[in-house]
């Protein structure tokens, strides 16, 4: 079965926005064990619709199109499809009946460009929308079934999970039996991961995947076929042990949501003191819905004077070792845990750069502290500088791990790969 | 000029990575005038791309090949081009050359695996990579000339800004006389924005174009040619006019930007008190070098505790009007400002969601204020509650350009648009 994708509209071809949308359809295609093997994206204009809807139902099996199902002038995607195949446009009775019962239960008149969502290629076959006003439909052309889906993500996320992939698996047999496992890694690129994994020898059905996705590679373990599913819990255990302290989360996004996860409902509660990373962590955490439950507060101290007055860091200290130390960043955090007696604080003082960097300290040395009831774990790390972001984002990633390996009873302090650790 | 892009690389076909550089690409395009007219995504297949390359060639002029020249086994674009055209790879001397400097400089012996980069189709013309180790090269073929260029994004930047373009121009004779404006707005959606401008009656040469950023919306004013570029100034001020207070900053990314822009080295320090939007104001001007210029601290305040230990809010206050009010957000305010006696701060207090809403609060109610040397300023607005990170980052923008606008001696409290607000 030979899958390919077709992007439509100008905003997307001209890179008014990014298509998430075909990457997003890639990745669950993946996850099903359906690769897409083409990708083309066009713009609003008919002719070049007709031109490529006629050329690649030549060639593939089946082509998901995207986009092109609004109201508006500029969505042609049904009149194309209709002039690829030489068929009217037919007003679907069914689709213009829900169109209305849609507009009546919100209280509104329909306006009458709507009605034109009701039109389809003569030979079409609608597909449900349940949750926006745009139908889908599938028509066949030469060998290929083209599928029209809306341009709107989340209809889009409606439509594949809830038509597309049954049509798939009903028509061709496939995507039935994948499993996939995530792996969330700091501290190593994608090619120093994949050297390490090469050596694993992983059994028929098994294959790896990497997705970038700063400041964390993501492993995927895909498992085709029973028999690979039944054996990815034994190869994602070989592959933790391979990879030791680069593996920080399984099955999430991010090191945040897995301390959020963690925390939340738990009953301990959190501070953050922050200065390189100014915010990035209480951002990330807050992000998530619950995360009042245990957030106390989160204070960027970004200035010398900040340090002392709200977290009752000593001048002497300052003075003596620098903002960026060991001995501040531990003031830092017993300071922001003790003023609301939280049960853990976590605290960052680094140089992100470009500027600011020394002999002593260059840009991507940062101090990282996390204090709890019973004392502070602290370290001084050497990031790659490559960007001001990379190093707000691997030290909050770091700080974040180190609460994360508290909470399971682990080591707070161990290495990573490509990050480096100064003496104290 | 027929101009068509060709994406490589099984990443970015199946979706692992967004495929940011042909967004890129498109855009700088038509900062030139010029429209990318159709994209095809391809992986790494050899005959996929020796198809595509022969396929394409037939009907576009100029096509933009991305990614494909690095060192490793899949990296097929050279060898895929010179079966396209039936001809053979041959050693470019002179970046054999380079590279071996390259190598030398850095100290390094150079892997045999890069002899490969320097293998070009017999009848490339090389095109210098000055950032890197993957050469470009162009081939004619049919009636187009492909031009094949680095999947790093910083050394594609490179060479379309500095070979590319210049080849353009040379050969068609295009992209040499257009001029862009964009202004960043918020409170208001794309077709409201849309609807508001349609009434202008643009010259000749000129046209808009919308570009999504959550919480912003860009217009980008076009300008093609002498005379509509002498325009470009007058019909930026139209815009703004019809615009009114939705305009917020030019030629920015973001209002942290501007803000940054505005304060760095002015002498003003800014303190913050963040609740609902958790760290992320403070986040957003910490990616800017020379934050530490005027940020004193940003406070996260998540708990009433922290409110009244940290900021100094009056428990009384708090009882009697909840966080989520004016009274609170103006204390936070006036106690942020206060500790280190900023010029400025900012305090943010709001319901993000999807929890927490009441009927007379409801999810996307927040309340902000701004303190100054004279005294503060606070409204409670309603913002649209279709996701969290949207109210939290409406209400970062909102907050940010009350200051803006105190900065620039304007009213601080103005009407937007879609942006509801609650009367005192």
Redesign the interface.
Known sequence: MKLEMICTGE?V????????N??????VM?EQGI?????????DRLE?LIA?FQERSLHADVILVNGGLGPTSDDLSAEAMAKAKGEPLVENLVWRQRLEDWFTRNGREMPLSNLKQALLPESAVMVDNPVGTACGFRVKLNRAWLFFTPGVPFELKEMVKGQFIPFLQQEYGVGAKVAVKKLLTIGHGESALADKLETLELPEGVTL????SMPHIEIKIFARGDKAIGLLPRVTNHVRQVLGTAVVAEDRQSLAEEIHGRLNQSGFSLA?A?S????????D???F????SY?????????N??KV??LGVSPQTLDDHGAVSIATVEEMALGARR??DSDFALATSGI?????GSEEKPVGTVALALATRGGVYSQMIKLPRRS??LV?SLSAAVALDMLRRELLGEAVIVDYGSIGRYSK
Chains 1, 2 share one sequence.
């Open positions: 905003e071809l001209s890179g008014q926005i990014v298509d998430t075909a990457a997003w359809f890639a990745n993946m690769e897409v093997q083409r990708r083309i994206t066009v713009g070049d490529v995947g990497y997705r970038s953050l922050e390189c990373t100014g915010g990035l962590i209480a951002s955490l807050v992000a819905s619950g995360s009042s957030l106390h507060h989160g204070l960027v101290t970004y200035s004077e900040s007055k709200v003023l609301l992100a750069g470009p500027d600011g001001r972001d707000r």
